[in-house]
């Protein structure tokens, strides 16, 4: 591709040559928390509305996206994306709300939730007792990563266990990535229960893999 500015350092994110939108940018990190916590894999339907409502420019992923995953057993989840608007939901500039028949969970984002039971009485209330180092750079900034390239390292020595195998964590991936289909194509994915995979849908099927460069292509 030849240069083009606005790209390099961080916003190759937006453009669909590139990146993946704030769906795997963000979005990723709530969705897979919804889906363990709601015991889901794949999604039977998915819907995706939204756009580039805050500027006229050359991005091409959405600002503001609503994504919707239905699961086919009375499951559902919601993600909403609002990158260039930062009014805060139950307090917190991002997290997720788990809404039960029995109850809610609202997390904070960094670690905090609290329970509301069904006549929304708080009955439980968890601080993080996890804290970003000040002096180690990778997590200074509180977002924790040390503590998952930690846990990368040490499983590879086989000295623990890996809290995100690839093979739980991709389905998660799977779901942002279906959720970007669904916006490119303006349709509604119906897809299968076992695997993820679209159904009966050629257009949004030509966008589940991408053309690479000669000799660098992945091979699995």
């Not at 050359?58 to 503001?64: A, C, G, I, N, R």
């Not at 006549?119 to 924790?144: C, F, H, Q, R, T």
Request: glycine content about 8%; aromatic content about 12%; some cysteine.
């Amino acid at each position: 591709m030849p240069y083009q500015s606005n790209l390099v350092h961080y916003n190759w994110h937006w453009f669909w040559h590139w990146g993946t939108s704030e769906t795997c940018n963000n979005g990723t990190h709530e969705i897979d928390c919804c889906r363990w916590f709601l015991d889901v894999e794949y999604a039977t339907k998915i819907t995706s509305a939204g756009g580039r409502y805050a500027f006229t420019d050359d991005w091409q992923t959405p600002d503001t996206q609503i994504a919707s995953f239905e699961f086919g057993n009375n499951k559902a989840i919601t993600w909403e994306g609002r990158s260039c608007n930062v009014f805060p939901v139950e307090g917190a500039g991002r997290g997720f709300i788990i809404y039960g028949d029995k109850g809610t969970l609202v997390n904070d984002g960094n670690g905090d939730y609290k329970i509301f039971d069904e006549k929304n009485k708080l009955i439980k209330e968890v601080k993080s007792d996890v804290k970003a180092d000040p002096n180690n750079p990778v997590s200074a900034s509180g977002n924790l990563d040390l503590y998952h390239f930690q846990n990368f390292i040490q499983s590879i020595r086989g000295e623990a266990k890996l809290t995100a195998p690839v093979n739980e964590a991709y389905k998660s991936v799977l779901l942002c990535l279906l959720a970007n289909i669904a916006q490119r194509t303006g349709k509604t994915l119906h897809c299968n229960p076992e695997n993820g995979h679209i159904l009966d849908d050629t257009a949004a099927t030509k966008l589940w893999m991408r053309t690479y460069e000669k000799g660098w292509e992945p091979v699995v």
